[in-house]
């Protein structure tokens, strides 16, 4: 069983920045890909960014590449999502979940554990 709670939303003006923490309570965190994907009001889930067991292996998805970039400590069983140069279009409920293959990173029913989600508002 994994728990999973996320951490660091809030509102801030476009251009500005937010870190997203999910602390995780497993004892082999290492093993779990980790990722996280948002969800706006009407819209349907989009991956974001998802992470290696040991970190080597990341992939963002092209909507936030080069504004957003995930990384993970896994002494500490958690996994960050730095958020810089925030867009409107980036509202949403950010979700943490944890997954065993790389392969299926970006795919969301791969995905058996979820945290609660943080609200991102990002105002214009």
């Known amino acids: 069983q994994v728990q999973l709670v996320e951490s660091g939303g809030g509102l801030v003006q476009a251009g500005g920045s937010l870190r997203l923490s999910c602390a995780a309570s497993?004892?082999?965190?290492?093993?779990?890909?980790m990722a996280w994907f948002r969800q706006a009001p009407g819209k349907e889930g989009e991956f974001v960014a998802g992470?290696?067991?040991?970190?080597?292996?990341?992939y963002h998805a092209d909507s936030v590449k080069g504004r957003f970039t995930i990384s993970r400590d896994n002494a500490k069983n958690t996994v960050y999502l730095q958020m810089n140069s925030l867009k409107s279009e980036d509202t949403a409920v950010y979700y943490c979940?944890?997954?065993?293959?790389?392969?299926?990173?970006?795919?969301?029913?791969?995905?058996?554990?979820w945290g609660q989600g943080t609200q991102v508002t990002v105002s214009s």
């Open positions: 979940g944890a997954a065993t293959d790389w392969l299926v990173v970006a795919t969301h029913r791969e995905y058996r554990y």
């Open positions: 497993v004892r082999t965190f290492s093993s779990y890909v």
């Open positions: 992470i290696s067991g040991n970190g080597g292996l990341l």
